[in-house]
């Protein structure tokens, strides 16, 4: 079946320094989506990519597709304490079924 | 928007008794979705509706449970003959149908913590 996995699994960073995470399908993705779970809490959305090779930004947060659509990665320049949380990706196989497989997070500590 | 709603917030149940949590969608909301969540894992999908209809069961899941949404709007996840390893965090989510979202954006409740003793 489809898997999703992400590296790291665990990142502590000192408030400033950029974070990055990777995440990778064993299929082609019709699209990929990413939230944030803050301890405690449960998945918000950030954003969702479709198009190969596609890149996004969001203030300090990049989002780039992969050219094969199977890999994707979120980079965050200059975390903050705010940062703190898991950072989950998630693909659809197929388009129009929407079905969405989780990855195994990343879970993002910020040194003060 | 009033968020999608789950209830209860947490089950405390002994291994053998069934259990049914309820899930309210955003309105308007076609889509709904049953996921499983342990600790320092990501969420599990166990299924999805459109409208009514149930779409995907995940192959992983045991006949004990089961999921319905008999009207499009509301739905129950029940678990029948609990076990220890059915403890969990019971996450619904719902999104919008394309006519009114750009994407397949998930919004989710805050989900039901299950404790099966």
């Known amino acids: 079946g489809q898997q999703v996995m992400q590296i790291p699994q665990y990142q502590h960073v000192q408030e400033g320094e950029d974070f990055t995470t990777y995440c990778n399908s064993s299929?082609?993705?019709?699209?990929i989506q990413w939230y944030k779970q803050r301890p405690g809490g449960h998945p918000v959305f950030l954003i969702q990519?479709?198009?190969?090779?596609e890149v996004k930004k969001q203030k300090r947060l990049t989002f780039q597709f992969g050219e094969a659509k199977k890999n994707s990665s979120l980079h965050i320049t200059a975390t903050q304490t705010t940062d703190v949380g898991t950072y989950f990706c998630?693909?659809?196989?197929?388009?129009?079924?929407?079905?969405?497989?989780f990855g195994t997070g990343t879970r993002l500590k910020v040194l003060a | 928007d009033t968020g999608v709603s789950q209830n209860p917030r947490h089950k405390i149940t002994k291994r053998g008794q069934n259990v049914t949590f309820r899930c309210d969608p955003i309105?308007?909301?076609?889509?709904l979705y049953w996921y499983r969540q342990t600790l320092g894992q990501g969420p599990e999908f166990l299924t999805y509706?459109?409208?009514?209809?149930?779409?995907?069961k995940s192959r992983l899941l045991s006949d004990r449970f089961s999921a319905e949404r008999p009207k499009g709007s509301f739905s129950t996840l029940e678990i029948q003959r609990t076990e220890q390893g059915d403890s969990a965090m019971y996450l619904c989510?719902?999104?919008?149908?394309?006519?009114?979202?750009?994407?397949?954006?998930?919004?989710f409740g805050s989900g039901t913590q299950l404790s099966v003793l």
């Open positions: 309105s308007e909301h076609n889509r």
């Open positions: 509706f459109q409208n009514e209809a149930q779409l995907e």
């Open positions: 990519l479709v198009k190969s090779g």
């Open positions: 299929t082609t993705l019709s699209n």
């Open positions: 998630a693909g659809s196989r197929t388009s129009g079924t929407y079905k969405y497989i």
């Open positions: 989510a719902s999104s919008a149908p394309p006519w009114i979202a750009t994407n397949e954006k998930l919004f």
